[in-house]
């Protein structure tokens, strides 16, 4: 629930007080409370949260599974699953209740969307990465530089269109709800074999590095034609693999690089290509959204915007003052407390890696990936609808210049 070294209290007094209390309860307490946190605090902030939840008798109890633990890593990636938790239990007057299942207790990145397809969780959050080895329409997302920046995937996911380009897919494919998004954009992070090393500027710099990535095909087709040494690997299974140096590093998102290396010193530079998309998202049943009330319905809605709002400014201000996401990095974060580069490529060089890899200048390693995607998408051309929306806004647009809207209206 959260980091051994962050809070004093034993992982058993922590599943008792989730044995008395619920995780939710749990949790929710434990991120109210600022700096350190004693064990009668943390059951004293149980009690009262628990007592507050539980005034009234839910109509429905839905179980959300997540895959990462801790309050230090939430507040590095601002997922926002807790605030949404406690904003639908709020609007809806604890008619609907949700009960977390937390950190990887039931399942991880690769089979959490499996667990909710089959029925046995109702919500689950992962990466869309991860989740596109078991719901293959979320690939859609993971063409490399589909996205120019962060500011193109908010404007996509608050897009009506984005309703009828991948949510309705999802729906009918896959049985998933898509509620909300983390935007980011994954870089290429190095371990401690590139400590010693300059700053890297070119991509002919990573050329043969064994670099970990998820099991997408579309993410190992893109390092590999990026001339890297894609390694398939579990998120819980890379952070040894750095440590003992079975790989040079990892292709991920600067939160994600921050929360390891804030809890183990493996982590040397972070050469921010900006190759696809990083989302760790959260969704629903399908079948249970559908029986829902209209009301109930609305409110699912209501507060899925809610944090997708929430994660879209307090993401951004956490990734230059928490993460350490610029150059020069700001001092206090954690890239400039761990001696962490973050390096940002020229322009020259992002359009290099462009003219590698992505379907717009490089198409024929694509062509059947697009394909099947095409057909569930409804035979549109599934690539080019998405990365012309990603560029309705000008490329020079600050992520928190774009404007919020409701993605389900017209």
Not at 87 to 104: A, H, P, Q, V, Y
Not at 189 to 200: E, L, R, Y
Not at 291 to 318: R, V
Not at 342 to 353: V, Y
């Amino acid at each position: 629930m959260t980091e051994q070294h962050d809070v004093p209290i034993s992982r058993r007094d922590l599943f008792r007080l989730a044995r008395t209390f619920g995780w939710t309860s749990l949790v929710m307490a434990a991120s109210a409370i600022s700096g350190s946190i004693t064990l009668p605090q943390l059951a004293k902030a149980s009690e009262s949260t628990y007592k507050s939840r539980f005034t009234k008798k839910p109509k429905l109890t839905l179980t959300y599974a997540t895959t990462v633990a801790g309050k230090r890593l939430l507040e590095i990636n601002a997922f926002g699953y807790l605030e949404f938790v406690r904003d639908i239990e709020e609007r809806t007057d604890g008619e609907i209740r949700i009960e977390l299942i937390e950190g990887s207790e039931i399942c991880n990145e690769l089979t959490c969307v499996k667990k909710a397809m089959q029925g046995i969780v109702d919500i689950y959050s992962s990466s869309i990465q991860n989740a596109a080895g078991v719901a293959v329409y979320f690939d859609v997302l993971n063409f490399p530089y589909l996205f120019p920046s962060r500011a193109s995937q908010y404007y996509f996911f608050y897009h009506p269109k984005s309703e009828t380009l991948l949510r309705a897919p999802l729906r009918k494919h896959h049985g998933i709800h898509l509620l909300f998004n983390h935007c980011r954009l994954r870089g290429i992070v190095m371990g401690m074999k590139w400590k010693n090393k300059p700053d890297i500027n070119t991509i002919e710099e990573l050329a043969g590095a064994k670099i970990r990535s998820t099991n997408s095909k579309l993410a190992l087709t893109a390092l590999k034609l990026l001339k890297m040494e894609p390694i398939p690997l579990d998120w819980n299974e890379t952070l040894n693999a750095l440590r003992f140096g079975l790989i040079d590093g990892m292709e991920t998102w600067e939160g994600a690089a921050a929360g390891m290396s804030f809890e183990q010193n493996v982590i040397s530079q972070v050469f921010d290509i900006c190759l696809f998309s990083g989302n760790t998202h959260a969704a629903m049943r399908a079948d249970i959204f559908d029986k829902l009330s209209p009301e109930h319905q609305n409110a699912i809605m209501e507060s899925a915007y809610f944090t997708q709002i929430w994660h879209h400014f307090a993401g951004e201000a956490s990734l230059v003052n928490t993460v350490g996401a610029s150059n020069p990095s700001k001092q206090g974060t954690i890239f400039a407390d761990k001696g962490i580069r973050f390096i940002i490529p020229s322009e020259k060089e992002l359009i290099k890696m462009q003219q590698m890899c992505s379907p717009e200048f490089n198409p024929k390693p694509w062509e059947k990936m697009r394909e099947d995607l095409n057909s569930m998408a409804g035979n549109i051309d599934i690539y080019q609808e998405i990365h012309t929306i990603a560029r309705e806004i000008p490329s020079t647009t600050l992520a928190e210049n774009v404007i919020p809207r409701r993605w389900w209206k017209s």
